[in-house]
């Protein structure tokens, strides 16, 4: 047995990390206490005040001020609770601390308000709830978020006076007397907390001023409890540091896992287990800690670092899952944490000595090759380092503008990158045809496709990014793959990872002879789909070149988990975004955008190839 503070097997392992290992459980009390909470939230909001009781009849006797304070407090404090009621479930301390500061606020304000003692018990019996459990919320808030929601509690503030002061002289006919510009800056300070203030109105005009100033008001505070309360999304970033010391775990480890250099984006985070051996590589998506590929480094350091990784996930209350993982990886995952495993999909991966362009199999491929050498392209296929900084400046600019999205996407498979000197080892393949006599060549000459490798250790590499010129003829893609298994041998490649094909062995075994009508169903629902997400493309576009076929996994906590991080995946991946509209974004630099493990920057390449 090693004597590795990482030693796999369970005797090496302590009770307390075997604990943490086990995985965060859903807590029964968190989860019964923000469903409490949002119930509350919505009573605070929506019950009608009631008129025939003795509260009312007591409330009558307290001043109009405290009535409209205690209406805004109600509402206010409702939306917070709404808002709120998702942290709670989620263990956050700083959702548990809001919470129990707004209960009371709520509990006066249903009863001078809405006069209803039930609404105020119910209020205070959850506060006593969460104190009595108040050790059960201890997961850590997101330092980002309290700067953000205090800048935008300034700014938000400052326009909602700019157009309050609008809102107050929009009816001039109405307003009595001519009150200064401090009785009008008063009027809307005093309306967006819920008051009436010294300006005064006639024909009704004080309603529509007042509810309006409200409404800025309550949207100030929800957009400010909503930066504040939110799920956290740290900014992945990978430090140099973590980079020599993820490059030096490849250096050694680097031929396991095709997928263990995308672990060098530098948009994803790295947690690495005690003794160094091993790391973990992830980034966090709508609350989701979401792992790419296998830990990198010593298989045997690998429970170190899904236990600093489940750890870690824990102490924030985000939900673990690992997208993409090998069989052997997922075998780790579960054995380790008592997570479960989902066949997500296989990767295509050629080995080069067994590839050629004979027999019937391969004559599609091989008409389409020979066609597009005929109409005058030429094919080049290099090391990165062997590029002059030129051409290599033309190839980035090149892959960037046929993107076809504003962003770079990627997460398993996707590098975010071409020609870092870090990666001189990457392989670029390109697709050349000088223009006719008399045409313009365009911005970047010759130059018509473009295919990106990342090493896959000393013998391998993966392919990492597709792009061609739309006018180019159909086919480069398939041109420059075979180009580059047919240049693999020189470089010293034995083996190409080529794309992930999402669902491939329900695609493959639905439409043999004696699939049975689920299988049928199932394969008929995924081609359905593919409309949009490309899935048959792209299984059938790797079929064409003879690969075999390695799964890979989905490690979840719980089936109920699943939906949620289908969603975190698309929106890692790029198919969903949660971003402000582009034209509220408009001065900010793009960023590198995650993406899950199916490559979707690769799709629109396929789309006419297959």
């Not at 805004?72 to 500061?101: P, T």
């Not at 948009?267 to 792992?291: E, T």
Request: with cysteine; aromatic share 8%; hydrophobic share 45%.
């Amino acid at each position: 047995m090693s004597d590795s503070p990482d030693a796999e097997k369970s005797g090496g392992v302590p009770n307390r990390i075997r604990r943490v290992l086990r995985g965060p459980r859903p807590e029964a009390v968190p989860t019964a206490v923000g469903t409490a909470c949002m119930l509350i939230g919505l009573v605070d909001i929506v019950f009608p005040r009631l008129r025939h009781s003795r509260v009312h009849a007591l409330a009558e006797l307290l001043p109009g001020a405290v009535s409209s304070l205690a209406a805004a407090a109600s509402i206010v404090v409702g939306l917070l609770l709404l808002m709120l009621a998702h942290g709670l479930k989620r263990r956050k301390r700083r959702a548990w601390v809001a919470a129990v500061a707004l209960l009371p606020v709520g509990a006066a304000a249903q009863l001078l308000y809405r006069h209803s003692v039930l609404g105020t018990v119910f209020s205070l019996v959850l506060m006593g709830v969460l104190i009595r459990y108040r050790r059960e919320f201890a997961a850590l808030p997101d330092p980002r978020s309290r700067w953000r929601a205090l800048a935008n509690f300034v700014v938000m503030g400052g326009v909602s006076v700019g157009l309050g002061l609008l809102i107050v002289r929009s009816h001039p006919d109405a307003i009595e007397g001519r009150p200064s510009l401090s009785a009008q800056l008063a009027h809307v300070l005093w309306g967006l907390f819920g008051f009436e203030g010294p300006v005064g109105y006639r024909d009704g005009a004080d309603y529509t001023v007042g509810y309006s100033l409200g409404a800025l008001g309550l949207l100030t505070v929800a957009t400010t409890a909503y930066l504040a309360f939110r799920p956290e999304h740290p900014a992945a970033r990978l430090t140099p540091s973590d980079e020599e010391r993820l490059r030096d775990l490849l250096a050694t480890h680097g031929h396991r896992d095709s997928l263990g250099h995308f672990a060098l984006r530098r948009d994803k985070a790295v947690i690495f287990s005690p003794s160094g051996k091993s790391a973990v590589c992830y980034r966090v998506v709508s609350g989701v800690m979401l792992a790419s590929g296998d830990p990198v480094g010593d298989v045997e350091a690998w429970p170190g670092a899904i236990a600093a990784f489940m750890e870690e996930a824990r102490a924030h209350s985000w939900t673990p899952a690992v997208m993409g993982c090998s069989e052997t990886g997922g075998e780790v995952w579960t054995r380790e944490t008592g997570l479960d495993a989902l066949e997500l999909g296989d990767e295509a991966i050629v080995d080069v000595a067994g590839f050629t362009l004979s027999g019937r199999a391969m004559r599609n491929v091989r008409q389409m090759v020979k066609r597009i050498e005929r109409a005058g392209y030429e094919t080049r296929v290099r090391r990165v380092a062997d590029l002059d900084a030129e051409e290599l400046e033309t190839v980035r600019r090149a892959a960037a503008d046929w993107r076809g999205t504003d962003t770079e996407r990627g997460f398993s498979m996707a590098l975010g990158r071409i020609g870092d000197p870090a990666d001189g080892a990457s392989v670029i393949a390109t697709a050349h045809k000088a223009a006719e006599e008399g045409a313009d060549e365009g911005p970047f000459g010759d130059l018509k496709a473009v295919l990106h490798f990342v090493p896959w250790g000393p013998d391998g590499m993966s392919l990492d990014l597709m792009r061609r010129d739309r006018s180019a003829d159909p086919g480069m893609n398939e041109l420059l793959i075979v180009a580059a298994l047919e240049a693999a041998p020189a470089l010293g490649v034995s083996r190409v990872s080529l794309n992930f094909a999402m669902f491939r062995s329900a695609l493959a075994r639905g439409e043999k002879l004696g699939a049975g009508p689920v299988l049928r169903g199932w394969r008929g629902l995924l081609v359905f789909l593919s409309r949009w997400f490309q899935i048959e493309s792209l299984y059938k576009f790797n079929a064409k070149f003879q690969p075999r076929w390695e799964p890979r996994f989905v490690v979840f906590r719980t089936t109920r988990d699943l939906p949620r991080i289908g969603l975190a995946a698309m929106q890692a991946e790029g198919f969903v975004s949660l971003a402000l509209p582009r034209l509220l974004r408009r001065g900010r630099r793009a960023e590198p955008r995650p993406c899950a493990h199916q490559a979707p920057a690769r799709r629109r390449e396929l789309e006419q190839a297959a």
